[in-house]
Each structure stands twice: as C-alpha cells, then as structure tokens.
C-alpha cells in the first residue's frame, strides 16, 4: 500500500486554495485599513427622493472580501464533497471526509428540517437567523454527532485502544503494517507514541465529551438553580450562609480541588461517593418542589404524578449513586445501596469521580448568577401579582421568576458546557480521574505534548477538536443571545 | 469605608481558616497518610509500621489537635520514643532537657511554615523562591495582557458593527476557547519544533529562570495572556459601546468635537471602570493558567510546587501553596470592591 498524501489526486486543488486563502487574508487586512482610514460613503439624494450611496474603495474592498470568502468556502466543501465519493482517492481529507458521512448526512437533515420549520421552533428556530449561531451550532453538532457515532463505532477505522506493531509515532497517511483484508488500510492521522491510531482515538474522545459535558452542566444548573433561587428570593441569613458557602469553594484554585479530590487515596476513603450522593439528590428535589408547587391545589393530579416522577427519579438517581450493590464501599466499612438486580447502569469509578467534581466546581457559578437574577426579577410587578394572588413562595420562585431569567441562563448554559469540556481536558491534561489509556483529549494532548517538538501529528489533532468544539460553543452563546435579545 | 475593609477582611480571615480545614482534612485522611508513611519509610511497610511511625511522627493525633498545632493555637506535639523525644518544634530525637528549651507552640502565627517532605527543605522558603518566579511570570502576562486587551476592547467598542469591531471581536471569541493547554501546545508546534521548521522560541522555560530572554520566556507569556485577553477585551468592549450611546456622548458630537478627542477624552475614563474590576476578579484564573503553563513549558515556580506538593501529598507545603492562592484571590477581590467604589464618582460621593 502506498502511503497517502493529504489530498491525493484531487492535489491539483491545493494552489488554487492556497492562493485564494492568501488573497482573502491580504483583502481582509486592506477591508480593515481602508475602513479606519477612508471616510463612511456619503448618501446623496437623487431628484427622486431615492438615496444613492457612493461606491468608492471601501465598497470594492468589501465585495472583494465577500467573494473570496465564497470562494474559499466553496473550495473546502468541494474538497470535502469529492473526498466522500472518492474516498481514499482523495488523500487523507477526502478519506476522513468519507468516513465523517453519517455526521454529513445527520447535519444535512438536522439544518435543513429546522430551517424548514425555524418559525414554529421559537427561541431555536431563531437561531437560523443569526449566521454566527448558526456556524456555532454546526461546529457543537458535528462533534455531538461524531461522538454518538463514534460510540456506535462508526466513524473509527480502528479501535482505539488497540497497539499495532511499527505504527509507533507514523505520519499521517501511513499504510497499516500487516493489515488484513477487512482492516481499514491506513492510519489516518499517523500513530501514536504507543502505535495506537490518532483518528480512531479524538473520534472516540468526541464521545467522552459528549457523554459527560451537558449532563455534569445540567447538574450544576439544578444544584445552582435550586439554591439560588431561595438565597435571592428570600435574602438575609439564608443568603448571606449560602454566598459564603459558594464564595469558599470559587476561592480555591480549580487545580488543587481537582487534586484534592480526584487522587486515588481519597477516591478509597469513599468522599467523593459522599458528594455524589449529596449532589444529586438537588435535580430530585427540583423536580419535587417545581411539580408541586404548581400543582399542590390539584391533589389528584399531583399525587400520582409525584409518586411517578419521584419513583423514576430516585431509581435513577440510587442506580447512579451505588455500585455492585454499595453506596460506599471502602477498605473499613460500607453502606448499602441498591442491590446488583435493580441496578440500571454502573458508572465506571474514574467517570464518576469527574463528574462529581466538575459539577463541584461549577455550581457555585451558576448559583451567583441565579442569585443575582433572581434578586433583579423579585422585584418585578409580575411576582408581587402573584404575591398578592397568595401563590406560594416556590410557585413565585419556580413558575414566575426562573422562566423570566430563561435568557441568560439559556445563553450561560452554552458557554458553561465549553468550560466543562475545557476543565476536562484540564483533568485529563494532569493526568487525573480519567485512566490512562482514556481516548479524553485532555489525556491525549498530555500524552502527545512530550514528544511535540519531534511529532506534532498525535498532539494537534485532539487540540483543535477540544478548540473547535469551544468556539463553536461560545459561537452559539453568541447568536443566541443576540437573538434573545431582539424580543 | 474604614468598616467595609474591616468586615471584609474578618470574612477573609475566616475563609482562610475554613479552606485551610478543608486542604488539611482531606491531605490528613488515613488512605494519604499511609501513601506519606510509606513514602518517607520505605513503600513495603506493613500496615503495623505505617501506624506507629504515624504514630512516632505525630500523624496519628486528631484532625482539630493537628490543625491548631499547624495555626499555632495548640502546643506542638511532642513524643518519647526509643532515644529522646520527638516533636513537631525541633528536628527529634533530643533528650528531655533540650525539649524544655524548645517553644512550645510552633504554628504560621509564630511564623513556622513547616517542613516539606518532598523537598525536604523549610516551606517557606520553596515558597518565597517559587512566588518570585511566578511573580515574574504573571508581572510580563499582565504587562502583556492589559494594555493590548484593552486597546483591542476600546477599539473594537469605538464603533459598534463596524468592520473593525467584527474581526476584532471574532479575535477575542477565538482567545477564550482557546484553553492553555490548547495554545501553548499550538504554539510550541508552531514555532518551536524541527517538523515545521520555524525554530522562532524555545519550548522550555528552564532557562527562564536564571536569565528570561524573549526567546525563552515569550511563548509561555503569551499562552497566558492569550487565554485571559479575550475576556477582558469582550468586557471592554460591551462597556466602552455603552458609553458610546450615552447622552453626553452625543452631545460632544453634536457640539462638533472631533471623534478621536471623544474617544480618548470623554468616553475612556467612564469606560474602563467595568474593566478594573473584570481583571482583578480575573486573578484566580490567572493562577489556574499559571498551573498548566508551568507544567507545559516546565519553568518552577508556584504552580509547578502546587503540583508536586498535590502529586506527592505534602501536607505543610501543600496548605502553604493553598493559603497563598486564597490569599491572593481574596485580596484581588477586595481590591476589585474598593477600586470600583473609589473610581466610580456617582457611589463615591454618595
């Protein structure tokens, strides 16, 4: 097998890009020296009450940039285009462009069904609106996609896991030693330091980012909102205990926590078990006290649908909490859990220790903003209507003023989902939580960090997946909060 | 004003107390305990070997007793064994009569740091060495930082959706999802490795220590800083756009003074305000940087001791480190609080 170049025969493409990239930077650095230099172009009136603008060079700069722009888009979708029928024909884009197909076709259907529908999808529909969000949201769904079909086994051409001898540190585009009939042929993006493929793993990364990021920041929001909403609501002793709490665990530096608490002798002494078991009770109660705040009137509609939620919710949460059938099992002593029978699913102990301590971390954050929210909106005309209606304080708190701070939390819950993904990669970077042959982008930038200034393949790649997927978070924070705030 | 800082500083003080308890608690579990023992000792003693030489070495007495002997509060533990006694005070085994000779209390409040056992020096002074070279550090980030995150805020803030507005601001989203880790492996791909060629900066920072030279200390400079800069340039800009509509703003336009005159003389002075605070609160994550980055470009300072102490479980130095950090994220605060208060006219005077 011949080893792969980077765009194989369609290689005749790369000048063409290449100067067209250099033409549009040179045209956006001209774009900006003649919009701070040249004056704006004056208006005049015609005879006709029409307005003209003056077209000068700003306005030939502008068209310049905007078809370049074009210009190179069209060429990356061509090379992407061409890479998915040509497959391997194509170098290493176009195979990996063929290998990224179920994530095409899904972001194909997902835009063009929502741009479709966008005027019935509310604040999501919306979204189309704004380019940035919608760049930004394409970036965050081309990885959730590559991480779901990833776990599905998809997208990979090798397991991830598994060492192949003489593919120690290859370039990208080396052909597999001594490969099979059924084997993918290649090692896309070349091997790593231990001969593993570096494809397969970010693919597989993808997955461990999706899985943990929304879920840890869906419960750093419930354990925020369910605390935060009393300490603004009611104030004064409440308040001032609970902003302590949370300004003693944002005063210490994220590194040491994480050190603190993720090593493998305190992981033995059961405490991170203990704040799992704390942490998650908050989304049970929020759950409990939003459904019955609203319907406590209606008692035979609340009962049964109380016992229902709360039932669900409580197996799910003892299923996550207890594992082989303890909730803490230590050297000493342990505590029963859930017996192994009823036991839904079993979080591996190094996944469950990092997500309890980013939750840790973020949910004072997203408890000052809260607080701070609903210190703003209590004093709305809307609460003390339903004040005076003789709604309960947890109706007032749950039902009036969080679907009124729905916008920023919207917008913050965004970029506190890249900020997770940010954190651990941090965990992963030092090595912490997360085994070490975990395809995480954190460990495998840490691994490849060591060898950088000889091989730069097996670092790069996880690097501007993790940057991506930020930006593209941050993006779509952006575009939606422009868009919230057009209402 | 004089009882704000007052009550601040007693909140601080007891948030201090309260994280050192938590960093003291979790590195005195049994299961680090035992790692510590069989790291001092040698790793194949039996579990009656690590208790008594926790024993010997005063681990074995309770958390509080421990934590009080560290503040200084409690009389060190002192503890006869085979030749002398032993105690927290002195480097043992000496006889009875030069223990009367020893002071009895021994804490950070008579200013004893303790000993660290990776190190196997005095904390305070890994401490003070380690501060100062970090200190250096965050003295260039900041210069770097500042300056160029609030030109590039003011900038793109002058005119809202202008040309120079948008790439700017696509330039300050870029920087902030961008983490350390992320940029500083860029940028030593980049620019330091035979594969691309560049060869412009050195991708360690050793030799920083002794002597920084651009081409040396640069990179991780500029890591930093990067991560930081986006922040502070968004800030900037939202208020520097904000003072822009304001009423007054227009005025001075109306009255014919001329954009660049507006801009430096009427706008900037109310439009930094927000900002002051914004990069005193940016402080903490300045430490967590300073963390990644030490350990990515492998200069020693205070984030490169956090995580040897964390990694080897050195209690004394490793409560030391914490102390300083909340030290400082406290102090950044209270100067962000009174900093905002003294350049904000309308809550000065009221």
């Known amino acids: 097998m011949e080893p792969l170049t980077w765009t194989g025969s369609i290689a005749f493409l790369d000048p063409i890009f290449v100067y067209s990239l250099i033409a549009l930077v040179i045209a956006i650095v001209v774009w900006i020296v003649l919009s701070a230099v040249l004056p704006e172009g004056v208006a005049t009136t015609n005879p006709d009450g029409t307005l003209t603008m003056a077209s000068g060079p700003r306005k030939t700069a502008t068209q310049a940039v905007k078809l370049l722009f074009v210009l190179v888009v069209a060429l990356l979708v061509l090379y992407l285009v061409l890479g998915v029928f040509m497959g391997t024909g194509a170098g290493i884009i176009g195979a990996m462009s063929q290998q990224f197909l179920p994530v095409w076709t899904s972001l194909i259907i997902l835009y063009a069904a929502s741009i479709a529908f966008k005027r019935r999808l509310g604040l999501y529909g919306k979204l189309y609106d704004s380019p940035i969000g919608m760049i930004g949201f394409g970036l965050v769904m081309f990885w959730v996609f590559t991480g779901i079909f990833g776990q599905l086994d998809l997208i990979v051409t090798h397991d991830s896991l598994s060492q192949v001898s003489g593919m120690k540190n290859k370039v990208p585009g080396t052909p597999l030693r001594g490969a099979e009939e059924g084997d993918f042929q290649w090692y896309l993006l070349g091997g790593d330091n231990l001969a593993r493929d570096v494809f397969s793993r970010m693919v597989k990364g993808a997955g461990v980012v999706v899985q943990i990021a929304p879920l840890a920041t869906l419960f750093a929001f419930m354990v925020g909102i369910t605390l935060g909403l009393p300490a603004g609501f009611y104030g004064g002793r409440l308040d001032t205990f609970l902003s302590f709490l949370a300004n003693l665990i944002l005063a210490f530096p994220v590194i040491l926590l994480f050190y603190l608490l993720v090593t493998p002798e305190i992981v033995a002494t059961g405490v991170p078990n203990y704040m799992a078991i704390v942490l998650f009770v908050f989304p049970i109660v929020f759950l409990a006290v939003l459904l019955n705040s609203r319907f406590y009137t209606r008692p035979r509609v609340r009962t049964p649908l109380l016992i229902c939620v709360l039932g669900a919710a409580t197996w799910l949460y003892l299923s996550l909490v207890s594992t082989g059938g303890f909730l803490i099992n230590t050297k000493d002593y342990s505590i029963w859990g859930l017996p192994t029978y009823m036991d839904l699913f079993d979080v591996p102990g190094g996944i469950l220790v990092v997500f309890v301590s980013v939750v840790f971390v973020n949910s004072p954050t997203v408890f000052r903003i809260v607080r701070g929210l609903a210190l703003d909106i209590k004093t709305r005309d809307y609460v003390a209507a339903a004040q005076t209606r003789g709604e309960g304080p947890w109706y007032i708190m749950l039902w009036e003023i969080l679907p009124n701070a729905r916008g920023p939390l919207i917008v913050d819950f965004c970029l506190r989902i890249g900020y997770t993904t940010i954190l651990l990669g941090t965990l992963g970077f030092f090595g912490l939580g997360l085994p070490p042959e975990s395809p995480d982008w954190g460990s495998t930038i840490n691994e490849g960090r060591k060898l950088l200034s000889i091989y730069l393949h097996p670092a790069l790649p996880p690097a501007l997946a993790l940057l991506s997927l930020v930006l593209g978070l941050n993006l779509l924070a952006d575009g939606l909060r422009e868009e919230s705030l057009k209402d | ?350």
């Open chain 2, 1 to 350: 004003m004089g009882l704000f800082i007052l009550r601040r500083t007693g909140v601080m003080i007891i948030t201090a107390l309260c994280l050192t308890f938590v960093v003291f608690f979790l590195t005195n579990l049994y299961p680090n305990l035992e790692k510590l023992a069989k790291t001092q000792g040698n790793f194949r003693m039996s579990d009656e070997a690590v208790a008594s030489w926790l024993d010997n070495n005063g681990y074995a007495q309770p958390t509080v007793v421990k934590y009080g002997q560290w503040l200084g509060v409690l009389p060190g533990w002192t503890k006869e064994v085979e030749d002398g006694f032993n105690g927290r005070c002195f480097n043992g085994p000496i006889s009875a009569e030069e223990v009367a000779q020893q002071p009895s209390f021994c804490g950070i409040l008579q200013g004893d740091w303790g000993y660290s056992t990776v190190f196997k020096d005095e904390v305070s002074s890994i401490v003070a060495v380690r501060l100062g070279n970090t200190g250096f550090l965050m003295l260039c980030v900041l210069a770097l930082m500042v300056p160029s995150a609030l030109i590039v805020g003011v900038l793109a803030g002058m005119k809202e959706g202008s040309v120079l507005d948008r790439v700017l601001s696509t330039f300050s989203i870029v920087t902030t999802a961008t983490p350390e880790y992320v940029s500083g492996v860029i940028f030593i791909a980049v620019f330091t490795s035979s594969t691309v060629g560049l060869k412009w900066f050195k991708g360690t920072a050793t030799s920083a220590m002794e002597n920084a030279t651009f081409e040396n200390f640069f990179l991780p400079v500029l890591t930093i800083a990067l991560y930081g800069m986006g922040y502070i340039a968004r800030m900037t800009r939202a208020s520097m756009t904000e003072v822009m509509t304001a009423q007054y703003i227009r005025t001075a336009r109306l009255k014919g003074v001329s954009f660049h005159n507006i801009v430096l003389k009427h706008a900037l002075r109310n439009a930094l305000i927000a900002p002051f605070t914004v990069i005193m609160l940016q402080f903490p994550w300045l430490l967590n940087g300073v963390v990644i980055v030490e350990t990515l470009f492998n200069y020693k300072g205070f984030g490169w001791v956090l995580v040897q102490a964390a990694g080897n479980n050195d209690i004394e130095l490793l409560l030391a480190v914490s102390v300083v950090s909340v030290f400082v994220v406290l102090v950044t605060q209270l100067i962000s609080d009174i900093g905002y208060v003294y350049l904000n006219p309308r809550i000065r005077i009221s």
